[in-house]
């Protein structure tokens, strides 16, 4: 079993829309979580750090679920900017980072 | 900024040549890593390291070795290159943050290889 597993999509939605990824992760041991942006042959950078409950930033915002061992990313208000492939890391006092294998989004005009 | 820099963007090489990925980092970071990122399998761990001199094999070190003599910067070395070598490599680093949880991972640009 993977690490951390995410839907593949791709995901096209209309410019405005609401859109919501999730990310589920097998390690309970587990302690922190990301989410990455990567653009079509471009590096991963990172979108927004998980430590607790949950994150918030802008249009973006990042929820994790300790006892179902889920991470999700809402993206409201989508632009056509914010197509790109979202990736979710979990990592946990060792020194490894787990990565899912990304989500795509279209954001559609 | 974090900065981390990786020697070339683009090479192409014979099966069979001995190649070197370098990869720079400017913040001091203790933890630098070495990732392929190939479509559908997503970004695989080759190897990482902790320290100077320290290394840990990842999930697909075969075919691959790294160096670390100094703390900003961490060697990928195709010992003989073969075209299932053929991938996107990253280069990462981190530091440890409070409570020795792993900060967010810092990329650099990458290299496209094209193994011929």
């Known amino acids: 079993r993977k690490e951390v597993e995410q839907d593949p999509g791709p995901f096209n939605v209309p410019e405005g829309a609401t859109v919501a990824f999730n990310c589920t992760y097998s390690?309970?041991?587990?302690?922190?979580f990301f989410w990455y942006r990567q653009d079509c042959r471009k590096e991963p950078k990172l979108l927004m750090s998980v430590y607790s409950s949950g994150n918030e930033d802008g249009r973006f915002t990042a929820q994790l679920n300790r006892a179902s061992q889920y991470i999700s990313l809402l993206i409201r208000d989508s632009k056509l900017s914010d197509s790109a492939t979202y990736l979710c890391?979990?990592?946990?006092?060792?020194?490894?980072?787990?990565f899912g294998t990304g989500t795509s989004l279209t954001v559609i005009p | 900024d974090v900065k981390v820099t990786q020697s070339s963007r683009y090479l192409v090489k014979r099966t069979g040549e001995k190649v070197f990925l370098e990869c720079v980092q400017d913040?001091?970071?203790?933890?630098m890593f070495w990732y392929r990122q190939d479509p559908g399998l997503g970004l695989r761990l080759i190897y990482f390291?902790?320290?100077?001199?320290?290394?840990e094999k990842g999930d697909i070190p075969e075919g691959y070795s790294v160096s670390r003599e100094k703390k900003e910067r961490f060697s990928l070395i195709l010992e003989s290159a073969s075209t299932n070598q053929t991938s996107m490599y990253l280069c990462a680093s981190s530091f440890f943050g409070q409570g020795d949880l792993n900060t967010e991972a810092f990329f650099g640009q990458g290299t496209r290889l094209t193994v011929v």
């Open positions: 890391v979990a990592t946990n006092t060792g020194n490894q980072f787990y």
């Open positions: 913040m001091d970071h203790e933890n």
């Open positions: 390690n309970s041991a587990s302690q922190s």
């Open positions: 390291s902790y320290d100077v001199k320290m290394k």
